[in-house]
Structures are given as structure tokens and as C-alpha cells.
């Protein structure tokens, strides 16, 4: 069967894409991504080209460039490409400088395609990438999950050269006089994909000259236990993992005491918890509620009755506001900034009314931090924000995602959604009122 027949017929049994939809497609100038390209035009595919330039090889960098700008023009596909400063954002995230490279093409890989419209982006790893992939996570650390490889189709993600061996790939590109661009970092083995693709795997082709293909058929069947697995998993997850309004779990304490802490990983696997993380977890789970546990991208809280888990927020961060503001945001809430006479009291919680005239700016949003205390309003004397939270049964999750107002003078105006400081609340004497409303 000739490649673009088998290239077509492996999009359409795994339904990657419908022939209406438009396509971004990822272009490196490498011989993958290229043969990629080639292919969807040979099949009429709507496509657009998105290129990297992470700018890190220099004139190699932009000889890449060079070489998928002039091919797009060629063939009149629509070109994007964008320049990153990769070091930069490597040491400001404190990541590698291949993880950096990777977040940044993602993002803007979404961003574009949403930009243009396409409904898939796809990308050219092959089946050799597959098995790489699988022997990396091995060597980490890794459950049934990490043992499935590259999936073909991932949400809006699409891979279309997963039926192709590197070899494969290589006589191809040979075959159709593909331009393409070898990236000299693909030779150095000091990055650990690389060391398996160029050490590892040939000494099990030494042992096996199919290993490539007798992997890929293990990492089916790895596919299909995970499958099996999930069957009786999912409806046990469901039963244990009750859901609330803000899209968190809750799982009581005695029931997750009750499971094994094989059973355990299974049920938390979706959500990155290694298995000393739930070891831990269940050692204190009679402990003072409060302590956290975290994954790459989850928490686990340790409530009174409960464990408590949701993604990681962003982080909360400190936020000026100036006295011309009218309109500010702060993590997922929007406040509204008022200036009025009217000094007619609101009873929602989520509006504040403050004497104008006691303010010093500019003011500040930010988290609650130890030691906070402020004057309830209504109560005589001071209170320590801590023990307000307590009082009102707020989680350590829910309090660090309350904005906290702050006068220019350091005083807490207002814990929003919850309660003014008596300080600031409005009086007879009262001129001038900022309201801010939380939205």
C-alpha cells in the first residue's frame, strides 16, 4: 500500500479529523514534521503552518525558519511563526530548558489555533517517539498510565505519523524529495530522550530487530488492561469522589481509609499523586486537618471529616489599585469601583461601602497572609483573620483564594465576600462612598 493511501487510512480509523476541518499544523524543518506537511497537501487537507524559533542554535534557528517559511510560500500555505526568548523563561520558571521549549509551543500552539480557527493542531511524532516515551517513563517512575505511550488523538491534539517507524520515516522522505533540516541537538545524548533513542534502543534491536514493532504492540496491550482497569475504577471513583459548585472533590476520611494503597493509586492516578504522596496521606489522615499534599498540577487537603482535592489555583499575587480605578481583576473575580454620595446601606455580601474619606492609596488586593487581623464589623476589638476562618468553617484552599482589601496604610478594609472592617464602614458623617462590588 503506498504511504499517503496508509497515511489517510490511519487518520480515518482513528478519526482524527474530518476532511471540513482546518489543521494547524507544527513544522520544525525536521524530516518528521516535513513528511507530515508534504503528506496533508498530497491528501488536499485545509491546512496552516506554525513554526518555532526558539533561538537556540542561532543561524541553525534561523535557517530552519528559512527553510518552512520558503516551503509554505511554495506551496501557498498560510505561515505563522513565532520567536521565544526560551532561556529566559527556563530560568524564570526555574524548568529545563527542553520543558520551557515545550510550555511555550503548547500555549502558543492553542492560542494560534483558536486565532485561525483550527479545529486540530497536529504534531509528527512517530512510532519510534511512542516507544521513547514509555521506555523515558520507565526509567522515571511510572504506573499503567505512563505505559500507554503517545495517544493518536488527545483533545484538540492529533498525530498522525504513529503508524510510522523512524525508518519508515526516513525512506519516505528519501522517496518523495522532502526538504528537510537536521537539528544538531538531536545528537547530543546529554538530554535523556535522546540517549535512549541513540544508546538504549539500539542495543534491544541488537537483541530484537522488531523490537520497535513488538513494543508497539505491548504498549496495545498495556492500552487495553488500562481500559479494562477503568471499567471497575471509574465507577468507584465516582461513588468515593463527591463533586461540589467550585468543581473540587471531596472523599470522606473513613472511606479512604478503608482501601489498600494499590487501589489508592488507581483512583488518584488521574490526578499525579505518586504513591509515597498516598502513603503519607494515610499515615496522617488522623492527624490536625490543614496539612497539604501536592502533585505537579493538584492538591490534597486534609479537612476535618474530609480530604479536600483541586487543581492548583494561579497564583495568587499582590495588586494595586490606583484611586482613578473603576474596574479591576483579581484571580477569577471582577470588582467594580463606585464613587457616590449615596450612602443607602447594601446587604449583599458581595458589595462593600466604604467612608471615601478614611482611604490612603493606593490600595491593595491581595491573599490573606499570617498574622492578618482586622475589626469585624458590628464586634468591638480585633480578630485574627486565621481565627475568623476557623470560626466560619473556610478550608485552607478557600482562604487563600479570598481577596483580601488593604488600606494604604496597611489596615484591612475588607475580606471580601465575608465581612468589612468596622473601621470603614459608613457613617452619618460619611460624604463620599467607594463601593466595590465583586463579581
Known amino acids: 500500500m503506498e504511504l499517503l493511501d496508509r497515511f489517510k487510512d490511519y487518520c480515518v480509523e482513528n478519526e482524527l479529523f474530518a476532511t471540513s476541518d482546518k489543521l494547524l499544523l507544527a513544522v520544525s524543518g525536521g524530516r518528521d514534521s516535513m513528511l507530515m506537511a508534504t503528506?496533508?497537501?498530497?491528501?488536499?487537507?485545509?491546512?496552516?503552518?506554525?513554526?518555532?524559533?526558539?533561538g537556540l542554535r542561532g543561524q541553525e534557528s534561523d535557517g530552519?525558519?528559512?527553510?518552512?517559511?520558503?516551503?509554505?510560500?511554495?506551496?501557498?500555505?498560510?505561515f505563522h511563526v513565532k520567536h521565544f526568548d526560551t532561556v529566559s523563561y527556563a530560568e524564570m520558571h526555574k524548568i529545563s530548558i527542553q520543558m520551557a521549549a515545550r510550555d511555550l509551543r503548547y500555549a502558543w500552539f492553542e492560542d494560534l489555533s483558536r486565532e485561525l480557527s483550527c479545529r486540530y493542531i497536529a504534531i509528527a511524532q512517530h512510532k519510534n517517539d511512542h516507544i521513547e516515551t514509555v521506555l523515558l517513563n520507565l526509567t522515571r517512575g511510572t504506573g499503567l498510565q505512563g505505559l500507554q505511550g503517545i495517544k493518536s488523538k488527545r483533545d484538540n491534539i492529533i498525530r498522525p505519523l504513529l503508524f510510522l517507524t523512524a525508518a519508515e520515516v526516513t525512506s519516505a522522505v528519501e522517496e518523495?524529495?522532502?526538504?528537510?533540516?537536521?537539528?544538531?541537538?538531536?545528537?547530543?545524548?546529554?538530554?535523556?530522550?535522546?540517549?535512549?533513542?541513540?544508546?538504549?534502543?539500539?542495543?534491544?534491536?541488537?537483541?530484537?530487530?522488531?523490537?520497535?514493532?513488538?513494543?508497539?504492540?505491548?504498549?496495545?496491550?498495556?492500552?487495553?488492561?488500562?481500559?479494562l482497569l477503568q471499567s471497575f475504577i471509574d465507577?468507584?471513583?465516582?461513588?468515593?469522589?463527591?463533586?461540589?459548585?467550585?468543581?473540587?472533590?471531596?472523599?470522606?476520611?473513613?472511606?479512604?481509609?478503608?482501601?489498600?494503597?494499590?487501589?489508592?493509586?488507581?483512583?488518584f492516578e488521574p490526578f499525579g499523586?505518586?504513591?509515597?504522596?498516598?502513603?503519607?496521606?494515610?499515615?496522617?489522615?488522623?492527624?490536625?486537618?490543614?496539612?497539604?499534599?501536592?502533585?505537579?498540577?493538584?492538591?490534597?487537603?486534609?479537612?476535618?471529616?474530609?480530604?479536600?482535592?483541586?487543581?492548583?489555583?494561579?497564583?495568587?499575587t499582590e495588586l494595586e489599585v490606583s484611586e482613578d480605578a473603576t474596574v479591576?481583576?483579581?484571580?477569577?473575580?471582577?470588582?467594580?469601583?463606585?464613587?457616590?454620595?449615596?450612602?443607602?446601606?447594601?446587604?449583599?455580601?458581595?458589595?462593600?461601602?466604604?467612608?471615601?474619606?478614611r482611604l490612603i492609596f493606593p490600595l491593595k488586593v491581595r491573599p490573606w497572609q499570617e498574622g492578618d487581623v482586622f475589626y469585624p464589623l458590628g464586634m468591638r476589638g480585633k480578630k485574627k483573620l486565621s481565627d475568623y476562618f476557623v470560626d466560619r468553617k473556610i478550608s485552607l484552599f478557600d482562604k487563600k483564594a479570598i481577596p483580601i482589601w488593604v488600606n494604604g496604610n496597611g489596615d484591612i478594609i475588607w475580606i471580601s465576600g465575608y465581612r468589612l472592617d468596622d473601621r470603614y464602614k459608613i457613617t452619618d458623617n460619611t460624604q463620599k462612598v467607594l463601593t466595590l462590588v465583586c463579581k
Open 235 to 267: 465507577p468507584l471513583r465516582s461513588q468515593l469522589f463527591e463533586t461540589d459548585t467550585e468543581g473540587r472533590w471531596k472523599i470522606k476520611k473513613e472511606d479512604l481509609s478503608r482501601q489498600n494503597i494499590s487501589l489508592l493509586y488507581a483512583l
Open 64 to 78: 530552519d525558519e528559512a527553510l518552512v517559511r520558503d516551503f509554505a510560500q511554495r506551496h501557498k500555505v498560510p
Open 39 to 54: 503528506l496533508f497537501l498530497k491528501a488536499q487537507i485545509n491546512i496552516e503552518i506554525a513554526h518555532c524559533n526558539f
Open 176 to 227: 518523495l524529495k522532502v526538504p528537510f533540516r537536521d537539528d544538531s541537538s538531536n545528537f547530543s545524548t546529554k538530554y535523556a530522550r535522546n540517549k535512549i533513542r541513540l544508546d538504549i534502543i539500539p542495543q534491544f534491536e541488537s537483541l530484537n530487530t522488531d523490537f520497535i514493532d513488538t513494543m508497539d504492540k505491548n504498549i496495545q496491550r498495556f492500552q487495553e488492561n488500562y481500559v
Open 328 to 357: 479591576i481583576n483579581w484571580l477569577d473575580k471582577t470588582f467594580e469601583i463606585l464613587l457616590s454620595e449615596h450612602t443607602e446601606i447594601c446587604p449583599d455580601v458581595q458589595v462593600a461601602q466604604i467612608d471615601y474619606n
Open 273 to 316: 499523586f505518586s504513591k509515597r504522596t498516598l502513603e503519607d496521606l494515610i499515615q496522617t489522615l488522623e492527624a490536625e486537618s490543614g496539612r497539604i499534599f501536592e502533585s505537579k498540577e493538584y492538591q490534597l487537603l486534609l479537612d476535618r471529616t474530609y480530604v479536600l482535592l483541586k487543581k492548583k489555583d494561579r497564583l495568587a
